[in-house]
């Protein structure tokens, strides 16, 4: 059974107080993607083979962490390649188990050198 959720700006959320320890996903076997959707903005996360583009604009991604702002790439061109060259001027707040995307507009295949240096980042807190 899945924990409580809510929808906000058509991006469905795990209720942080139905948390008690971090589940991780078996994601051995996804590819690790960039996305980008109209109204939740970027995340970076693995996204189930079964779940790829077809004429869909809702995916789930696991594992995922939302990239608010990023530094040292000029875009989610270069940042799904290359990775962040400012690590310290990002803002990624922590990675989540799951999150729905809805009205999803892009997704790039993201290399390792660019996941390992998104998971670099600190987690940024208000």
Same mark, same amino acid.
């Given at each position: 059974?899945?924990?409580? =959720?809510?929808?906000?700006?058509?991006?469905?959320?795990?209720?942080?107080?139905?948390?008690? =320890?971090?589940?991780?996903?078996? =994601?051995?076997?996804?590819?690790?993607?960039?996305?980008?959707?109209?109204?939740?903005?970027v995340f970076c996360g693995f996204i189930d083979n079964n779940d790829c583009v077809d004429d869909k604009t809702t995916v789930t991604l696991y594992n995922a962490r939302r990239l608010?702002?990023?530094?040292?790439?000029?875009?989610?061109?270069?940042?799904?390649?290359?990775?962040?060259?400012?690590?310290?001027?990002?803002?990624?707040?922590?990675?989540?188990?799951?999150?729905?995307?809805?009205?999803?507009?892009?997704?790039?295949?993201?290399?390792?050198?660019?996941?390992?240096?998104?998971?670099?980042?600190?987690?940024?807190?208000?």
């Amino acid at each position: 059974m899945k924990p409580e =959720t809510m929808i906000i700006d058509d991006v469905k959320y795990i209720r942080e107080d139905a948390v008690k =320890t971090k589940q991780v996903v078996n =994601t051995e076997g996804m590819p690790c993607v960039i996305v980008r959707s109209y109204d939740a903005g970027v995340f970076c996360g693995f996204i189930d083979n079964n779940d790829c583009v077809d004429d869909k604009t809702t995916v789930t991604l696991y594992n995922a962490r939302r990239l608010w702002r990023w530094s040292g790439a000029a875009s989610l061109s270069q940042l799904c390649v290359d990775g962040v060259a400012n690590k310290n001027d990002c803002k990624f707040p922590c990675e989540v188990e799951w999150v729905v995307l809805n009205r999803v507009c892009e997704i790039l295949p993201c290399s390792e050198t660019a996941k390992r240096s998104i998971d670099e980042v600190e987690v940024w807190t208000a």
